[in-house]
């Protein structure tokens, strides 16, 4: 069983830096807003006030439209350092995040007191990636580990308090749950369609767990499916063939689906990158653009 945790990192690579991205779907122009070698960002996802990435155990907000603009961090209390896994509420003006502590935290997402929503007596650590549309229901994956081996990773549902906890996947490697944005299907990436360690597919399933659909169908690894909030594109990431995981420092492609057209993905950029690229979705609310963060080495 081909597992991974990544715990937190910071650049690894001498002369390496990081680049967010805001890719437009409509024009097909790809713009670097923000660039720097100072602290290792992950994960965009688009709030109202900007972009909200993770970066050193923290929370950074950057104002993607305006030029030269500097990340400011975002602060909280009560909530251990963070990882690239965080989630706007819909409706609300929170968030919830993945901490390295293996729980869950909803605070407001421009700052204050975090409160967790996991059971730290639940015997596996908690990595956030959906809410539902109407803010009642979290999905996540659940990491088991037996003396400091990772023995299963499937993903469960809660509601967003952290009650009615249950499985949607047993016995299946699987990541990167997320709901559509009308709430009838959770999109993610599984292992259940291949024999080989490692090799995850894109697949999407209803929340009783029926209806499981394979929706890409490559010899590359495909991870963190990502649907807009229109419901009319998606976009995801492509590692290459015979990648386990989804590891940092690779050559990683995005892919954009148009129209629910799984067969028939475009690539839209080809960037050195993979973990903290796009862990979460970073779509804006009218669907026309999402971000993403590469790390190149050197010029």
Not at 38 to 57: H, I, K, Q, S, T
Not at 94 to 109: E, F, M, T, V
Request: glycine fraction near 10%; hydrophobic fraction near 35%.
């Amino acid at each position: 069983m081909a597992i991974t945790v990544y715990p937190p990192r910071d650049f690894a690579l001498d002369g390496q830096r990081c680049r967010v991205h805001v890719y437009d779907v409509v024009t097909g122009t790809d713009r670097v807003v923000f660039e720097t070698d100072a602290v290792l960002l992950e994960a965009p996802n688009w709030a109202p006030e900007g972009l909200l990435l993770n970066g050193a155990g923290k929370l950074w907000l950057l104002d993607a439209d305006a030029a030269g603009a500097d990340i400011a961090e975002v602060p909280f209390t009560g909530i251990p350092p963070i990882n690239n896994d965080h989630v706007l509420v819909p409706g609300t003006a929170d968030i919830l995040l993945s901490a390295n502590d293996g729980q869950i935290y909803r605070a407001p997402r421009t700052g204050g007191e975090g409160t967790r929503i996991t059971d730290p007596d639940d015997p596996f650590m908690h990595f956030l990636h959906g809410v539902s549309p109407d803010a009642a229901w979290i999905a996540y994956t659940a990491l088991s580990i037996d003396d400091g081996e990772v023995t299963s990773a499937d993903l469960r549902t809660a509601r967003i308090d952290g009650s009615e906890d249950a499985p949607l996947t047993t016995g299946q490697v699987a990541d990167g749950s997320e709901w559509s944005p009308g709430g009838s299907w959770i999109y993610l990436n599984t292992e259940q369609f291949s024999d080989a360690a490692g090799h995850a597919q894109i697949a999407r399933m209803r929340r009783d767990r029926s209806g499981l659909e394979q929706l890409t169908f490559d010899d590359r690894v495909n991870w963190f499916p990502h649907p807009s909030p229109t419901g009319r594109d998606a976009v995801y990431l492509s590692f290459p063939p015979g990648t386990q995981g989804h590891p940092a420092d690779l050559e990683v492609e995005l892919r954009l689906v148009r129209g629910g057209r799984w067969r028939h993905p475009e690539t839209v950029a080809t960037v050195f990158g993979g973990q903290g690229t796009i862990n979460v979705n970073s779509w804006t609310s009218d669907g026309s653009r999402f971000a993403y963060v590469d790390y190149p080495v050197g010029s």
